[in-house]
Nanobody, 119 residues
Framework: QVQLVDSGGGLVQAGGSLRLSCAAS????????VGWFRQAPGKERQLVAS????????YYSTSVKGRFSISRDNAKNTVYLQMTSLNAEDTAVYFC????????????WGQGTQVTVSS
């Protein structure tokens, strides 16, 4: 089993920045990909970024490309999501998640952290 604890959310003004953290513990050797999802009220959960745990290959959704940056610190077993140029549409609960492969469903989930962008 893998446990994920995400943190770093908060209230920020439009145009501001936040950095989210996702700390992994447990059977970390089973992790292949870590992703950040978000879910706004009344909307489906969407994947905004992901990173390969071993190779560091990244993916960004079109809505965040150029504004968000995902990175990992394997020594700290932590994945970060640096968010810049935030706008009201970025307001959501952000979840980190991990999966055991490069494709398919994510197997493990954090508890979520609220990001609110005020305009």
């Amino acid at each position: 089993q893998v446990q994920l604890v995400d943190s770093g959310g908060g209230l920020v003004q439009a145009g501001g920045s936040l950095r989210l953290s996702c700390a992994a513990s447990g059977r970390r050797s089973s992790i292949y990909t870590v992703g950040w999802f978000r879910q706004a009220p009344g909307k489906e959960r969407q994947l905004v970024a992901s990173i390969g745990w071993i190779y560091g290959n990244t993916y960004y959704s079109t809505s965040v490309k150029g504004r968000f940056s995902i990175s990992r610190d394997n020594a700290k077993n932590t994945v970060y999501l640096q968010m810049t140029s935030l706008n009201a549409e970025d307001t959501a609960v952000y979840f980190c998640a991990a999966r055991k492969g490069s494709l398919g469903e994510f197997d493990y989930w954090g508890q979520g952290t609220q990001v609110t962008v005020s305009s």
